[in-house]
């Protein structure tokens, strides 16, 4: 009987493609800060990329269809003091976005699907718990409105952005800088790395490190990790030669690697990006020009090397698709947004596929836009599984959805506009009739904003003529 040499996999054919020029998003001035976080962040609606900025933070959101090359005064989004380190689309609204910052603070906002004819400058809510700069965050991936952060005081804070209060803080886990956090798929678990070369996994409601492990990898570099579908661990970092490396880790038993592979020498840190769909992880090293993928799986050698995207640029960040964004009818699996110094290229990942018709083996049920959770039932010590949605209609994102935030006070960050809602209806469930009033209350204000907008322009356009005419 002849033996079988070349493993079976419908993911063996993998392969990555630049995207046409005119895909590209031209003249963005990427930030230069020297900062290991990705540096973008993309949804199913918006392309979000911190930039260069005088006088404080930035980024900019561009609409997914706005390619080209972006006009010099396109509007940003500004408010921090200092530069932006860090953003973060939030999974249930695709309007919502968060930014970390230098300047201690963490700002959320709410981005509008009409293009804003000014710098956006009034986020929804500020959240200021951190002593130092903040560096991480991380939307909870199942419960509305759970937000995580971790700063240079070796702190993580969990936020209820709904309310703008703490509802943890991880305090004495840490004892240097964090490098990086990453939940599971249901929001149990939290995996972190450290500067003290430490493997940690965090139960964030107990406040308890459950399992560690000490120098994963022996290297001085920093390392990272993030969960599996199934639970264990990927960490990426150096050997004592400086050789970068990829483990898989079980967590419950720690001692040894269930597989560890040596890549190549560079001093790139290797950013994972996990799609647990298909059980594949991509490595894009910053400063590198290619994207290595493997595939994890139950069979020896637990981590198989699939192939290598090469390009001749490096990269200076790289934004991931959800799943819910891609294009189910061209077999897309994978979908980057590789900044280069002055631009954003998106890199497409494809399997080959003959059949015109839903490949439904590629793409099964992935999580969905609904949160499975509210804050606080997260926080009472309930779990759930994430609400799956099918792709095979495709995915179309819904309209603009408002984030309310409402202070302890129950006043609303925004101006208020007709009577203030009482603790009791704001905690009810929406009827029918509520939800068409409040829509049309935000399209009656829309219009009185425009009114206004339009007013102001003529009365300009009267103060040009009269300082004409005086001239």
Known sequence: ????????????????????????????????????????????????????AGGGG?????????????DKNYPLVTGHTAPVLDIDWCPHNDNVIASASDDTTI??????DYTPVR??????ITLEGHSKRVGILSWHPIARNVLLSAGGDNVIIIWNVGTGEVLLSLEDLHPDLIHSVCWNNNGTLL?????????RIIDPRKGQ??????????????????????????STGFSRMSERQVALWDPNNFEEPVALQEMDTSNGVLLPFYDPDSSIVYLCGKGDSSIRYFEITDEPPFVHYLNTFSSKEPQRGMGFMPKRGLDVSKCEIARFYKLHERKCEPIVMTVPRKSDLFQDDLYPDTPGPEPALEADEWLAGQDAEPV???????????????????????????????PRRSQSASDAPLSQHTLETLLEEIKALRERVQAQEERITALENMLCELVDGTD
Not at 398 to 408: D, G, I, Q
Request: net charge positive.
């Open 1 to 52: 009987m002849s033996r079988r040499v070349v493993r079976q996999s419908k993911f063996r054919h993998v392969f990555g493609q630049a995207a046409k020029a005119d895909q590209a998003y031209e003249d963005i001035r990427v930030s230069k800060v020297t900062w290991d976080s990705s540096f973008c962040a993309v949804n199913p609606k918006f392309l979000a990329i911190i930039v260069e």
């Open 58 to 70: 930035a980024f900019i959101v561009l609409p997914l269809a706005k390619t080209g090359r972006v």
């Open 107 to 112: 700002m959320v906002w709410q981005i509008p």
């Open 119 to 124: 710098n956006i400058t009034e986020p929804i």
């Open 191 to 199: 995996a972190t790395t450290c500067k003290d070369k430490t493997l």
């Open 209 to 234: 490190v459950v399992a560690e492990r000490a120098r994963p990898h022996e290297g001085a570099r920093p390392l990272r990790a993030v969960f599996t579908a199934d639970g264990k661990l990927l």
């Open 388 to 418: 799956l949605i099918s792709l095979k209609d495709g995915y179309v994102p819904p309209k603009h959805r408002e984030l309310r935030v409402t202070k302890r006070n129950i006043l609303d960050v925004r101006p208020p506009s007709g």
